[in-house]
Structures are given as C-alpha cells and as structure tokens.
DNA sequence: CATCAATTTAAACACCTGTTTGAAATGTAC
DNA sequence: GTACATTTCAAACAGGTGTTTAAATTGATG
C-alpha cells in the first residue's frame, strides 16, 4: 500500500519534480500522471483533488522538518546564556540537510516548493501552513528577538521578512541562479553550498545596524512631494 | 493615439494591475480586456501576442528606469574616490521613486512585475531584460566590486542575486505587509519607508564577512554523505 | 460625399484544464 | 471458485486558454 512503487508513491514523486520546476499552476494533472507513468484520474481518486495532491507532496517533507525545528528551538529557548543569531540560524542547516533522506535531492525541491507556495498564488496552501506550524514558527521569533536585543520590534518583523524573501525567491529561482553560476564561475554548487552562503548574508542583514534616516523626503524632499 | 484612454493605454493599464496581482502564467487575456473594458481580439491586434504584452508591460516602466540607472552608475564609475557600498545602493532611491511619475504606485507595480518575471516561468522575458540592458547590471556589479573587493566573483554574485530576492519578494508582499506592520506597531507606512529600511539591511548583507566554512559535510561529515 | 485604411467586433478555432463516470480489471477473504 | 471491495482504465464532461477570421464600424483624406 506504502510500497515505494505503488500508485501514491509514483505520483508524489512526478508531482513534486514537476511542481519544483515549473510551479503548482504551472504543472498540469496530465504531465503528472504522464511521468508517473498512471492513469489520469488516479490523482483524483487517490488524493481527491488538486490542492490536496499539493498539500500532500509538502507534508512529506513538513512532517519530518517541522518537529525536528521545534526541537531545536525549544532546545534553543532553555538556554541560560544568550544565543547569538548565527546560532539561531545555523539550526536550520541540519534538518534542512535531513531532508535528502526524505527523497533524493529532498532539501532542494522542499525549498524550491516552499517557494512557490509563496509566489504561486496559493491561498489554501498559506492557510495550511500557518494552521499546522504558526506555534513553531512563533518561537524562531522569540529566538531572533533574543538574539538582537537592540532591534525594536517593528524593524525585526521587516527584516524577517525581509529575510524570508531572500530565501523564498533564491529556491524559487534555484535552477537558473545554479546555471548561470557554473557557466560563469566554473564552481559546482549544491543546495548545500547555497545555504552555507545564505547564513552570514543572512546573520548580518538581520543584526545590520538601524538607519537613522526615517523619511526620503528629509534628504530629498523635491521627490517624495511629486507624483503619488 | 496614444492618449491616456486609447485602447493600448486600457490594456497595459489592466494588464499590470492583474499580472502584478496574479502573475503572468495566472492572469488570461480574457480577464485583461473585461477589466480595460476593450475587445478580446484587440491584444492581438494590438500587441501581437500575450508573450509581446507582457514585455511592453514592461517596457513602459524600463525605458524610464534604466536609462536614470544607467547615468547614475556613470557617474559614479567616474569618481576618484572609492564609493561606499551605502553610496552605490542609495542611487537606486530616487530612480524607483520616480517610477510613481510614470503611474499611480509605479514603483510598487514595476517591483512585482519584476518578481514575476523571475518567479513565473518566462524565459523569454529574462532574453528581453538581458538583451536590453544587461549592460547597464554589468556596471552595478563594477560598482559593488570596487565597493567591497574582499569579495570573490562569485560570492558577489550569489549576494546580489539574494538582494534581489528580498527586494523582489517584499515587493510582491508589500500590501500585506503594511497591512501587518500598521496594526501591529501603529506605524504608518509608504513604499519609502520601506526601501528606506531596505537599504542598511541590503548594505550589511552583500558586505557581509565571507564564511570560512565551504562545505557542511567538513563540519558534520554524516550528514553530507546520506541520501544523495 | 466617397474612398481607403485603421480599428473594433462577435464568432469560431484547436487545444488544454481539473474532475467525474461507469465499466473493466485486480486483489482479498471465505 | 464465488463473492466482495479496491483499484485501474478509457471516455466524456463542462469550462478555460491564446489566437485567428471575416465582417462591421470608425476615422481620416481627397
């Protein structure tokens, strides 16, 4: 039934290639259960619908990330000394990695279907998300909110999610940024590699010291004034 | 002709608010010409194909933006003294904010559309941007090389591409992150103050110190050689 | 007003989409 | 082997996609 070649199994693993490379709208049922190799309307009957194949090729990977995040934030938390933010951070690099167990090339397509989660318009699937997972996401916040003490709140919100942009768009992007960087810089890079160059862009964005200057218009009024 | 409500005009008009909202590959000529209230046929008629629409989208905005970056990145590539990496990203302030000229929210829409051509799969737009300006991108790079030459080629390249996805993704969010930020911190909130606060971010990210550290697997070995 | 080009229009084109149907095939238990 | 539930299958469904066609309308020029 859970058999590795069964039904379920063969188009789990054609929707989520064909999801990574070309996006949730962007992949049709029939490319799907052309690659997997199964008849057309086995998707529907094994998963019901569309959204819920989506929801399905994510929990596969959510189900062994999300726990294994939780743990370490909560390890993070009991901490009596203070964790530094590349601390914080660098606790994502291991369950991430463990994602290669889940499939081959695991923490690569969950990263690049994590992203067009965000970029697809998928409403049901943000809805999901925050349903099953908001509580551990709640904790990084607390962690970076630690970490960074002289940052007031509403300049860390902007900065996570400023951060959350930076890695949503770079897997979402994925294929052609690795293209283009073997063509150009002769280096082979793996998901592995973007992650480790991701931590201390990251770690300094998020610690960057906060700008004085808050309006355009005190440097430059002539601008802010015209056309809005 | 090309007056303000000639059918082009209604076109474009439509056509960016639903692409910028929904994306290319999202978006149907059908829903495009029931907003701009003109004939289906008229896109065709009009600009050829969905693919020549969605580059004079662009258009509109690129022959503005570009040509201001362009002399910007002129001038600074002729000064004597060596330009802060803080000088060089400052210079795109005044050029996005001029967009607003072009179009009620210019900055913000032109922002989005630019996600999407990232995000959506659209080779033939990333051909266009290239073709087109891909020289005026080649003297940023100069500038940020002169800014931070403790970076190697490639890891200037990577963190570019980042920032682009924090620019892009912030961008494509910025309704609801407002949104957000407002109620949360009672904070009023323009796309201003949101690049203002992008930029020491960017600036501490793309300077940030270069990782010692090249492979995971030199620092937890078992991980790297499992399942992949 | 007549002529000719530019534009708009409704209709149809061929193809793709997710989903449903009912019959055929397969597997399982007695 | 017979009965029953599970799964597979080809076909059709209703609706959407970008694009094309040819006729109708409009605009400008002489």
Chains 1, 2 share one sequence.
């Not at 054609?14 to 490379?21: G, K, N, P, R, W």
């Not at 081959?104 to 997972?133: E, I, S």
Request: aromatic share 8%; with cysteine.
């Amino acid at each position: 039934m859970a058999n590795k070649h069964s039904t379920q199994h063969k188009i789990l693993d054609a929707a989520q290639s064909l999801f990574a490379e070309t996006g949730f709208n962007g992949t049709s049922l029939r490319q799907i259960t052309s690659l997997a190799e199964v008849n057309l309307a086995s998707v529907n009957y094994h998963f019901g619908s569309k959204k819920e194949l989506i929801q399905a090729v994510l929990q596969r990977y959510l189900v062994v990330l999300m726990p294994r995040l939780d743990q370490e934030f909560t390890r993070l938390l009991a901490m009596q000394q203070q964790n530094s933010l590349n601390q914080v951070l660098s606790v994502f690099v291991s369950p991430l990695l463990e994602l290669n167990k889940v499939h081959q090339n695991g923490t690569r397509v969950f990263l690049q279907l994590l992203g067009r989660g965000y970029t697809d318009v998928q409403g049901h699937l943000r809805w999901f998300f925050n349903h099953n997972y908001g509580r551990v996401l709640d904790k990084l916040v607390l962690l970076v909110q630690q970490a960074c003490p002289q940052l007031p709140a509403s300049e860390l919100f902007w900065r996570l999610h400023f951060s959350l942009g930076t890695v949503v768009f770079t897997m979402a992007s994925n294929e052609a940024l690795v293209e283009i960087a073997e063509a150009d810089f002769d280096e082979s890079i793996d998901i592995e590699g973007v992650i480790l160059r991701l931590l201390p862009y990251l770690s300094a964005a998020i610690a960057a010291p906060v700008s004085t200057v808050t309006q355009f218009s005190q440097t430059m009024p002539m601008l802010a004034s015209e056309g809005r």
